[in-house]
């Protein structure tokens, strides 16, 4: 019963994690190497994809999706779509895609003359799923190596974590005052055996 | 616009949850703090007709209003973060 209590509060809190580092942007240091489009019909992995009516006909499945090539600083290569989000989840009400397709397309540059870029996105990548983050906003900057401070999510996270705080603490003084008496006289009443059940109801104020 | 009157519509019934709850919440607080009050000073007037007094003087209150937040601030973080998406 132990082993289940702890795989029940483990599941829930590496769901939590998973849900805000998905959710949450983050920021890449990039330099864009292509820009293309790609047809995509989402499958199992329709979850990983943005489904956002934004004016287009949604009852088809497939379409074409603007993908973003990179080489990132530290060597290593990123792929990335950009999606419109439109009005659903996550909640970047995103529907400049095509703007950004051109910025980013502007911002092209070789190994030989680089042009590095900030990379605001929120997803994962991952090859077995063919899942991609999707591309909120870039930025030129100077170099590969600038540093970012995440603010926005240091503010949203501590009001999650302040309002969770909130929350759970008023949960437990309610329940310490109003259900746990209760509980502990429904207990009272059938150790007795004798059924005294008005003792619920005499518990007022 | 379907997913635009979607998002309205499920945001407006979270945010009447919300509402509904901070505002039973609210107004079981001030009663409680016009109950001690009257505890402590033993007056004036009955008790009943004290919190009742005080609670009415709750329903006419900015305070009370101000809970109205709940629905304006969402619209307005909605509109600044598709400004900022969008257009910045």
């Not at chain 1, 209590?5 to 849900?19: D, M, T």
């Not at chain 1, 970012?148 to 929350?167: D, E, F, G, M, Q």
Request: aromatic share 12%; with cysteine.
């Amino acid at each position: 019963m132990r082993y289940v209590k702890w795989f029940v509060i483990i599941a829930f809190w590496v769901l939590v994690a998973g849900f805000l580092h998905y959710t949450l942007p983050q920021h890449d240091v990039a330099r864009i190497t292509d820009t293309y489009e790609k047809r995509i019909d989402p499958g199992e992995n329709a979850l990983f994809w943005a489904n956002a009516s934004t004016g287009e006909n949604v009852n088809l499945t497939g379409r074409d999706v603007f993908f973003i090539q990179t080489r990132l600083n530290n060597d290593k290569v990123m792929v990335y779509r950009n999606e419109d989000t439109g009005w659903g989840w996550p909640p970047y009400f995103k529907f400049d895609t095509s703007n950004l397709q051109a910025e980013a397309a502007d911002l092209r540059s070789t190994a030989a003359a680089p042009q590095w870029v900030v990379i605001k996105h929120y997803g994962w990548r991952n090859e077995f799923l063919s899942v991609y983050p999707n591309v909120v906003s870039i930025r030129p900057v100077d170099g590969p190596d600038v540093r970012i401070i995440p603010w926005l999510n240091i503010v949203l996270l501590t009001l999650l974590v302040a309002v969770s705080w909130a929350i759970w603490v008023r949960w437990r003084r309610f329940r310490e005052a109003r259900i746990d008496p209760v509980l502990e006289d429904v207990g009272d009443n059938l150790d007795e055996a004798g059924g005294r059940i008005r003792g619920l109801f005499r518990r007022k104020g | 616009m379907l997913a635009l009157l979607r998002l309205l519509l499920i945001g407006f019934a979270v945010l009447t949850v919300i509402y509904a709850a901070i505002s039973l919440w609210s107004r079981r607080v001030r009663r409680r703090r016009l109950e001690r009050e009257w505890d402590e000073a033993q007056g004036p007037g009955s008790r009943e007709r004290f919190v009742a007094d005080g609670l009415r003087h709750y329903d006419r209150s900015l305070r009370r209003k101000l809970i109205l937040g709940v629905y304006i601030l969402p619209l307005c973080l909605i509109a600044l973060i598709t400004y900022l998406t969008n257009f910045h």
